[in-house]
């Protein structure tokens, strides 16, 4: 993904039990050709740092990134948490200054979100305005997950209630969730797995207004 004339994206470093695991983030200068890479100071005793997705801010400067550590199944592409269950339960959501010019992840960006009681699963996480951020969060039991988008600002504090829902994701499993906005920001586009299997689609003043293929596969 872009922002004015950068390009951001994620890199793997490590393969483990097949599988490729991102675990550092590149931007490039798209004018000079010149390589900012952030990587490394994030570890954790026995288990694999990964970033799923990253997003830049509006104003271009910096990236929120969700960071998730977890124990990878031999031959699949299945996590197992802390507590020993498919998922991401414990992620932290970043954000990444640009300007740094790389180095390591742990000084490079700033912890905006961790779990709590208020956010106990945060599925998703991307760049809102003013600083802000919308987040996806899952509450509740793994086989009746409420699944909830919200605005929250620089603070963290509730701004707004996006989108309300049942959710699954996938027999609990947070990284079926996904927040993507659309190229003109007009739009937030929403993935998830609900009661009736995956279900794709843009928010519009609290409904979602579902693509054409409305459960498309996984």
């Not at 004015?4 to 994620?10: E, I, M, N, P, Y």
């Not at 499993?173 to 993507?180: A, I, Q, W, Y």
Request: hydrophobic share 35%.
């Amino acid at each position: 993904m872009s922002g004015s004339a950068k390009l951001a994206f994620t890199e793997t470093t490590q393969r483990l039990n097949g599988r490729s695991w991102p675990d550092a983030i590149t931007v490039v200068d798209l004018r000079t050709g010149a390589r900012s890479t952030w990587q490394g100071g994030m570890s954790r005793p026995g288990q694999t740092l990964t970033i799923p997705a990253i997003s830049w801010t509006p104003d271009g400067r910096s990236l929120v990134f969700r960071a998730v550590w977890c124990r990878p199944i031999p031959n699949s592409d299945v996590c197992l948490d802390q507590s020993g269950q498919p998922g991401y339960r414990a992620p932290e959501i970043r954000s990444l200054d640009v300007g740094t010019r790389g180095g390591t992840l742990d000084h490079g960006s700033t912890l905006r979100l961790s779990p709590s009681a208020r956010y106990p699963v945060i599925a998703d996480a991307i760049a809102g305005p003013g600083g802000g951020l919308i987040l996806a969060v899952l509450s509740g039991p793994a086989d009746a997950a409420t699944l909830t988008v919200e605005r929250v600002d620089a603070a963290g504090i509730l701004l707004g209630v996006l989108y309300r829902s049942r959710a699954y994701g996938t027999e609990g499993r947070p990284d079926s969730v996904t927040l993507t906005p659309s190229a003109t920001g007009n739009y937030l586009l929403l993935t998830y797995n609900s009661p009736n299997g995956p279900v794709a689609g843009w928010i519009d003043h609290g409904k979602l207004r579902f693509l054409p293929n409305k459960h498309p596969q996984p």
